[in-house]
C-alpha cells in the first residue's frame, strides 16, 4: 500500500521543512521526485540524500511568484502525476503593522505562488488522464492567530483555491485536497526563535509546543506521512477536503 511506482511527483519547497520531508518519503515509496526550491543549495542537498538512499530525483530551481519560471520548469518535465506545493513564508503582524511591501511577498509566494503551480500542472494533468495535488495550507485559515494577519490571508486562500480545483477537474480525474499543520518544527521555527527569542530559544520551544494540546509541534515526516495518503491510489476516493493535521489545536482548544 501506498507505493508511488512509476509516478512522476513535483515537490515545491522542497529544500527544507515539510517539502523536503514529502520528497524524501515520495522516492522512497517508489516516485521520481523533481526537487523544486528557490535555494539551489537546499535542493541539490535533498536530491542528493534521495539518490543516496536509491530513490530517483532530480533538482529543479524554481520561484513559484515567477509564472513563466514555473511554466518553463513543469513543461520541460513533462507528464506530471503528483503536484505538493509546499513552497512558501511566514509572517508576523496584525493588519495594522503590516506593511503593503510584506503583504505583497506573502501574497506572492503563498498565493499566487500556489495559483502558478496549479494554472501550469492541472492542464498538464488532464492531458495526461488525472493526477493528485496537495497544496499546503493552515490551521490559521480556520482559526484566528494573533499576529498571523497576511499568513492567515495567504492560507485562506490556499484552502479556497483546492475547492475550486477539485470541484472544477472532478470529471478530468484530477483529485486536489490540502492538509492544515499547526506548528511542525522546522529550520523555519528554529531560525525564528533564534532571531526574536536570543538566550531563550530551548525556553520558548517548549512554550510553543505547549499550545497544543497534545503537548509538542508535528514533525515534518508526520506531515509527509498524510500527504503521501493523499496522493495514493488507497486514497482515490477524496477530493475537494482539507485535512487538519495540528496536535488536536482546533478542535481541542475550541
Same mark, same amino acid.
Given at each position: 500500500?501506498?507505493?508511488?511506482?512509476?509516478?512522476?511527483?513535483?515537490?515545491?519547497?522542497?529544500?527544507?521543512?515539510?517539502?523536503?520531508?514529502?520528497?524524501?518519503? /515520495?522516492?522512497?515509496?517508489?516516485?521520481?521526485?523533481?526537487? %523544486?526550491?528557490?535555494?539551489?543549495?537546499?535542493?541539490?542537498?535533498?536530491? @542528493?540524500?534521495?539518490?543516496? #538512499?536509491?530513490? $530517483?530525483?532530480? #533538482?529543479?530551481?524554481?520561484?513559484?511568484?515567477?509564472?513563466?519560471?514555473?511554466?518553463?520548469?513543469?513543461?520541460?518535465? !513533462?507528464?506530471?502525476?503528483?503536484?505538493?506545493?509546499?513552497? !512558501?513564508? =511566514?509572517?508576523?503582524?496584525?493588519?495594522? @503593522? $503590516?506593511?503593503?511591501?510584506?503583504?505583497?511577498?506573502?501574497?506572492?509566494?503563498?498565493?499566487?505562488?500556489?495559483?502558478? *503551480?496549479?494554472?501550469?500542472?492541472?492542464?498538464?494533468?488532464?492531458?495526461?488522464?488525472?493526477?493528485?495535488?496537495?497544496?499546503? #495550507?493552515?490551521?490559521?485559515?480556520? +482559526?484566528?492567530?494573533?499576529?498571523?494577519?497576511?499568513? #492567515?490571508?495567504?492560507?485562506?486562500?490556499?484552502? %479556497?483555491? $483546492?475547492? =475550486?480545483?477539485?470541484?472544477?477537474? +472532478?470529471?478530468?480525474?484530477?483529485? *486536489?485536497? *490540502?492538509?492544515?499543520?499547526?506548528?511542525?518544527?522546522?529550520? /523555519?521555527?528554529?531560525? /525564528?526563535?533564534?532571531? @526574536?527569542?536570543?538566550?531563550?530559544?530551548? &525556553?520558548?520551544? &517548549?512554550?510553543?509546543?505547549?499550545?497544543?494540546?497534545? !503537548?509538542?509541534?508535528?514533525?515534518?515526516? &508526520?506531515? %509527509?506521512?498524510?500527504?503521501?495518503?493523499? *496522493?495514493?491510489? &488507497?486514497? =482515490?476516493?477524496?477530493?475537494?477536503?482539507?485535512?487538519?493535521?495540528?496536535?488536536?489545536?482546533?478542535?481541542?482548544? =475550541?
Amino acid at each position: 500500500m501506498l507505493k508511488l511506482h512509476n509516478k512522476i511527483a513535483i515537490v515545491t519547497g522542497a529544500g527544507s521543512g515539510i517539502g523536503k520531508a514529502v520528497a524524501l518519503l /515520495f522516492a522512497q515509496q517508489g516516485a521520481k521526485v523533481f526537487v %523544486a526550491d528557490l535555494n539551489p543549495e537546499n535542493a541539490d542537498a535533498t536530491t @542528493n540524500e534521495i539518490i543516496t #538512499s536509491g530513490g $530517483t530525483a532530480e #533538482s529543479r530551481v524554481l520561484d513559484v511568484a515567477n509564472q513563466q519560471a514555473v511554466t518553463d520548469t513543469f513543461n520541460a518535465i !513533462g507528464p506530471i502525476d503528483i503536484l505538493v506545493t509546499c513552497a !512558501g513564508i =511566514s509572517h508576523i503582524g496584525n493588519a495594522a @503593522n $503590516t506593511t503593503e511591501a510584506d503583504f505583497d511577498k506573502v501574497y506572492n509566494v503563498n498565493v499566487k505562488g500556489t495559483y502558478n *503551480c496549479l494554472h501550469v500542472a492541472v492542464p498538464i494533468m488532464k492531458k495526461n488522464g488525472g493526477g493528485s495535488i496537495v497544496n499546503i #495550507s493552515s490551521i490559521a485559515a480556520k +482559526v484566528g492567530l494573533a499576529d498571523r494577519f497576511a499568513y #492567515s490571508m495567504s492560507k485562506g486562500a490556499v484552502y %479556497a483555491m $483546492t475547492l =475550486s480545483v477539485a470541484k472544477d477537474y +472532478v470529471n478530468d480525474h484530477i483529485r *486536489c485536497n *490540502c492538509v492544515s499543520p499547526a506548528r511542525v518544527h522546522t529550520p /523555519f521555527v528554529d531560525g /525564528f526563535l533564534a532571531k @526574536n527569542y536570543p538566550g531563550k530559544e530551548q &525556553e520558548m520551544f &517548549e512554550k510553543l509546543s505547549k499550545t497544543q494540546p497534545i !503537548g509538542r509541534m508535528g514533525q515534518p515526516v &508526520e506531515i %509527509a506521512g498524510l500527504i503521501l495518503y493523499l *496522493c495514493s491510489d &488507497e486514497a =482515490s476516493f477524496l477530493t475537494g477536503s482539507d485535512y487538519a493535521i495540528d496536535g488536536g489545536f482546533v478542535t481541542l482548544n =475550541s
